[in-house]
């Protein structure tokens, strides 16, 4: 899968997430469905992105994660805030990362096995950041926000699918996210629009960032590493998306 077939699955990725914030009410139980899908997506790739060994238990790991996590923000509101709940999913994941190493039968590059599925396992549970955001978005009524992150994350994957040069692409890229996000949350919210083009501007900065650094993989063309190349981005926008609403007054 190449790049231009590529960023359109991230952009996808991110439309799906826009169209579940506006949801109303359920938002919350939906985006935790489409967050487990990211960390299934993630999970699936994630080990031969990184070609490491013992792959089939990186992806237990790592997929389990991310749906955890996904799960402990839907159900442990009134039990836990649910930021710790993604803590408690990452230090889970830590745990089971070295629970797998300890038990792998060929001892062959263990280090890197280990940092490599530590790595996924923070990946994928910070997604869940998104059902934070969006629960505290639909009891403070700024959906819209989340819907202009969204939207704005889109954006910026479908300039990145251009073949354009990469340094133009990247520029490009930033301009267009920052103006889908902050055109949005202005329409949307009433968000004035400089703090919008700050949002806007961290999240397409930040997707576009995610996308090369896992696109630089020499592998990341191929169909399987190409699936986490698409939804890192969408899922590392999840910690944006939650400041954003914490922050806002």
Same mark, same amino acid.
């Given at each position: 899968?190449?790049?231009? +077939? ?5 952009? &996808? ?7 579940? $914030?506006?949801?109303?009410?359920? $938002? ?10 990211? @960390? ?28 955890? #996590?996904? %799960?402990?923000? *839907? ?30 039968? +060929?001892?062959? +590059?263990?280090? =890197? $096995? ?18 934070? =955001?969006? #629960?505290? &978005?639909? +009891? ?14 889109? =954006?910026? %994957? ?7 040069? $990469? ?5 490009? #890229? ?10 949005? &949350?202005?329409?949307?919210?009433? %968000?004035?629009?400089?703090?919008? @083009?700050?949002?806007?501007? !961290? ?8 996308? /090369?650094?896992?696109?630089? #993989?020499? !592998?990341?063309?191929?169909? %399987?590493?190409?699936?986490? *190349? ?12 939650? /400041? *954003? ?5």
């Amino acid at each position: 899968m190449t790049v231009p +077939e590529r960023a359109p699955l991230g952009a &996808a990725l991110a439309i799906l997430l826009a169209v579940v $914030s506006l949801t109303g009410p359920l $938002s919350p139980l939906l985006m935790a469905v489409a967050i487990a899908l990211l @960390a299934l997506l993630i999970g699936i790739a994630w080990p031969d992105l990184l070609e490491l060994p013992s792959p089939g238990g990186t992806r237990a790991v790592v997929a389990g994660s991310g749906v955890l #996590s996904a %799960l402990v923000t *839907v159900l442990g509101p009134g039990r836990f805030p649910p930021i710790s709940g993604v803590v408690m999913a990452c230090a889970v994941g830590v745990f089971a990362a070295f629970m797998h190493q300890m038990l792998r039968t +060929e001892r062959r +590059e263990l280090t =890197a $096995s280990l940092t490599g599925t530590v790595a996924g396992v923070f990946v994928s549970a910070i997604a869940a950041c998104w059902i934070i =955001a969006q #629960s505290i &978005a639909v +009891e403070a009524g700024t959906t819209g926000v989340i819907t202009a992150v969204a939207a704005g994350l889109a =954006a910026t %994957l479908l300039v990145n699918a251009t073949p354009l040069p $990469s340094l133009l692409r990247f520029l490009l #890229s930033a301009v267009v996210g920052t103006g889908v996000t902050a055109a949005l &949350a202005a329409s949307l919210v009433g %968000l004035d629009p400089l703090l919008g @083009a700050a949002i806007g501007l !961290v999240t397409a900065v930040g997707a576009s960032c995610a996308h /090369l650094l896992t696109g630089s #993989s020499l !592998v990341a063309k191929e169909p %399987l590493p190409s699936l986490a *190349v698409a939804a890192v981005p969408a899922a590392t926008v999840g910690v944006v998306a939650h /400041l *954003v609403v914490v922050l806002l007054p």
